[in-house]
Each structure stands twice: as structure tokens, then as C-alpha cells.
T-cell receptor, first 116, second 113 residues
């Protein structure tokens, strides 16, 4: 079974520029998450999709961050304009959501963003 | 006070030792508890998943949950250099795949050969 794919793996931009990250979840996984992991911290949920609908985006800075999941498969996370404090690893995860007591989230390798 | 507290370490132990990693949490609504392992420049991978209070064992790993004290632990027996990584505790309200996870900071573990 192929894992969660993310690209690019690394990105360096200057502040006020825009950037986009792409995620392809595990085939058949209905739920997709984007997390932000700042150096030395645990991942923080930004947004959760169920198929192509948003379930939770309460921690997404909507003035500069946006995300979409067209057709309920791939997803794109965009930052515009970027700030220095956006430097972090952006992790995508997906889950099948069959059983609450056994299901889990599978993470991709992440995209490491550096904002100069 | 953060929802989940975890000592970031680093925690350095000799090979073969028993390792104890811990998290405390403040929100009693958390019902599902997980431990993830994260190697440098990789995504987190699930190690253990528990729901009820008590112990769950899987090979060299034992997860322990005490909901009355809001305290969870991960024990690693016969630790190996390959266990060197960051260990993240995570928890959720409705099950591992149904809603977003709340993570601790992670504990950086070093197993000395």
C-alpha cells in the first residue's frame, strides 16, 4: 500500500511571497488533514477534510492560509503572503475512518518551508 | 496551561535500558490516546493506540493510560539504538481517524550503543 505523498519536500521563499503544497492521500482514505509542525513542537492541526468538505478549520489562519480538496482526493495548502513565523514542516495525514476504536492517521514525509 | 504537556528532553539512556516516556493532559474529554515515533526529517508513524485505562502491550512497547490522573506513559524494553527518535504523545475525542489529533511537544530519545 503506497503511503501519503507530499511535494515539494523542501521550499525556501522570502516573506510576503506565496507558496503551495500538494498532498496525495492513501487510496480510499476519505479524511485528510493538514498539520503544521514548528521546530521543537508537536504537530498542530490546521484543517480537516471529509471527502471534499471541510470538517474543522478552526486553527487555520484564514487571512493568509487556504486549502482545498477538489474531487475528494488530492489536496493543496496555500500560504499568501508568507510570514517568517510560517517556517515549519507542513504534514499531511489521511485516515480511512471505519472504526473509531482502531482507526488511525497515516502521515506523509512533510514539506519543510523556510521563510527568509 | 497547554492541553498536553510532554518533557522535550533530550533523554539519553544506554542500550538495553527500559525507557519511560510520559504525558499529562488537562482535558478530560480526550478518550483516545496514541504514541507516534518521528525520525529526523520524516513524518510521525503510529506506535501504539489505546482507548481505555490500563496497559496495552505490543512487543517491546507498553502503553499505559490513567484517565483518573490524566497521565499516559510509553515504556520501551530492551532499548536499541534504532529506537533513537522523537516520541510524540497524541490524543483525540472521537477516535484516531475521526478528528484531529492534539499532540505533545515530543520527547527526543537517544539510545547510546
Amino acid at each position: 500500500e503506497a503511503g501519503v505523498a507530499q511535494s515539494p519536500r523542501y521550499k525556501i521563499i522570502e516573506k510576503r511571497q506565496s507558496v503551495a503544497f500538494w498532498c496525495n492521500p492513501i487510496s480510499g482514505h476519505a479524511t485528510l488533514y493538514w498539520y503544521q509542525q514548528i521546530l521543537g513542537q508537536g504537530p498542530k492541526l490546521l484543517i480537516q477534510f471529509q471527502n471534499n468538505g471541510v470538517v474543522d478549520d478552526s486553527q487555520l489562519p484564514k487571512d493568509r492560509f487556504s486549502a482545498e480538496r477538489l474531487k475528494g482526493v488530492d489536496s493543496t495548502l496555500k500560504i499568501q503572503p508568507a510570514k517568517l513565523e510560517d517556517s515549519a514542516v507542513y504534514l499531511c495525514a489521511s485516515s480511512l475512518v471505519v472504526s473509531r476504536t482502531t482507526d488511525t492517521q497515516y502521515f506523509g514525509p512533510g514539506t519543510r518551508l523556510t521563510v527568509l | 496551561q497547554k492541553e498536553v504537556e510532554q518533557d522535550p528532553g533530550p533523554l539519553s539512556v544506554p542500550e538495553g535500558a527500559i525507557v519511560s516516556l510520559n504525558c499529562t493532559y488537562s482535558n478530560s474529554a480526550f478518550q483516545y490516546f496514541m504514541w507516534y515515533r518521528q525520525y529526523s526529517r520524516k513524518g510521525p508513524e503510529l506506535l501504539m493506540y489505546t482507548y481505555s485505562s490500563g496497559n496495552k502491550e505490543d512487543g517491546r512497547f507498553t502503553a499505559q493510560v490513567d484517565k483518573s490522573s490524566k497521565y499516559i506513559s510509553l515504556f520501551i524494553r530492551d532499548s536499541q539504538p534504532s529506537d533513537s527518535a522523537t516520541y510524540l504523545c497524541a490524543m483525540t475525542y472521537s477516535g484516531g481517524g475521526a478528528d484531529g489529533l492534539t499532540f505533545g511537544k515530543g520527547t527526543h530519545l537517544i539510545i547510546q550503543p
